[in-house]
Each structure stands twice: as C-alpha cells, then as structure tokens.
C-alpha cells in the first residue's frame, strides 16, 4: 500500500487548508483511515480517524475546526482544516490501518505534508 499525501503549505492564523491523501495498492473495505501530526522532537499524535462506515474520531485540540472525510471509490481521505492556530504548525501523515477483530494487523504511512500557520 502506498500513500500520497498533499495540500501543506502556509497559510495565516484563521485560515483553512484542506489536506488530501491518495491510497494505491492492496486496500481492504474495512481499513481505517487515519491524519497524525508531528513537531519535531515531539511525538506522532493523531489529529483525526475514519472508519469505514465513516465514523470519525477527534483530538480535543481540533474538534469543531478540523473534518476528516473519505472517498472510498477513490481510495482517498481528506482533512479539511479551518480556524488555524499557530498550534496547528506540524507536519500531517496520513495513515492507514487494518484491524481483525480489533487487533491491527498491518499499517502504512504517507510520506508527510508540512503545515505552517503563521501568527
């Protein structure tokens, strides 16, 4: 599997950028997709998470401005981010799990797309 992620880039506090990320290759109905963020030298946290019923999951940090979608003939998940903070500033991954009966089995990464929000 691989993962094509893209739409960083720099934009001012309150603004809005909308990250996308392109799935190829041997991708299951039931997989989850998923955005995590990173700071350097901090750890990878997860911003937001799609099942494949489209139940959607949240950081406290970004819920109410941050929406996480999926097209699942295109084999692609978005994250639509608005009311940036300066906070927000990380490079995004997206990310993909399989899970069977609850336990992840296999997990691929995109490469990262950069996000800058400045104040």
Not at 6 to 21: A, I, K, P
Not at 32 to 50: F, S, T
Not at 74 to 89: A, G, R
Request: proline letters at 2%; charged letters at 20%; hydrophobic letters at 35%.
């Amino acid at each position: 599997v691989q993962l094509q992620a893209s739409g960083g880039g720099l934009v001012q506090t309150g603004g809005s950028l909308r990250l996308s990320c392109a799935a190829s290759g041997r991708i299951f109905t039931d997989d989850a997709m998923n955005w995590y963020r990173q700071v350097p030298g901090k750890q990878r946290d997860l911003v937001a998470a799609i099942t494949s019923g489209s139940t959607t999951t949240y950081a406290d940090s970004v819920e109410g401005r941050f929406t996480i979608s999926r097209d699942t003939a295109k084999n692609t998940v978005y994250l639509q981010m608005n009311s940036l903070k300066p906070e927000d500033t990380a490079i995004y991954y997206c990310n993909l799990k399989t899970r069977v009966l609850g336990i992840v089995t296999r997990e691929f990464w995109g490469q990262g797309t950069e996000v800058t929000v400045s104040s």
